[in-house]
């Protein structure tokens, strides 16, 4: 198995982003190109971002991978950045291949999740204090 962090291209202004859309919830992944992003278009709920959401405030000891109708996402945490990965699951095309400093990341990811609206805020996913 290849380590697919290797062809990852460095984005630290890689900046999430919570969208809502008639009582959905959008998570985006999005640089100053914004040609780079990476779209959670399957996660519509705010607890449909527990399991990021509890890998990237974890010890990173394992990667991360989700897949929905032929999309798929994969992040992993080597020495101090986040690297992530979306692509089509049905013909194997990788869309984008990021990676960002993990501390800078966490505290931009915190401050996306504080902008969730009350009403689709779930405890797991306030803000840790101190972030």
């Known amino acids: ?40 278009h399957w996660w519509d709920r705010a607890t449909d971002l527990i399991p990021l959401t509890a890998w990237l405030r974890g010890d990173g000891r394992h990667d991360f991978s989700d897949a929905d109708q032929g999309w798929t996402f994969d992040a992993a945490h080597r020495d101090g950045r986040l690297y992530f990965r979306q692509g089509d699951l049905d013909t194997g095309e990788i869309f984008v291949t990021l990676s960002v400093d993990r501390s800078a990341f966490l505290t931009r990811f915190e401050t996306a999740l504080a902008s969730l609206p009350a009403l689709g805020l779930n405890r797991e996913l306030r803000p840790l ?3």
């Open 1 to 40: 198995m290849t380590d697919w962090t290797k062809q990852a291209r460095a984005a630290d202004d890689l900046t999430p982003r919570i969208v809502q859309s008639e009582r959905r919830l959008f998570l985006e992944f999005n640089t100053a190109r914004r040609a780079d992003g990476i779209d959670f």
């Open 129 to 131: 204090s101190g972030a």
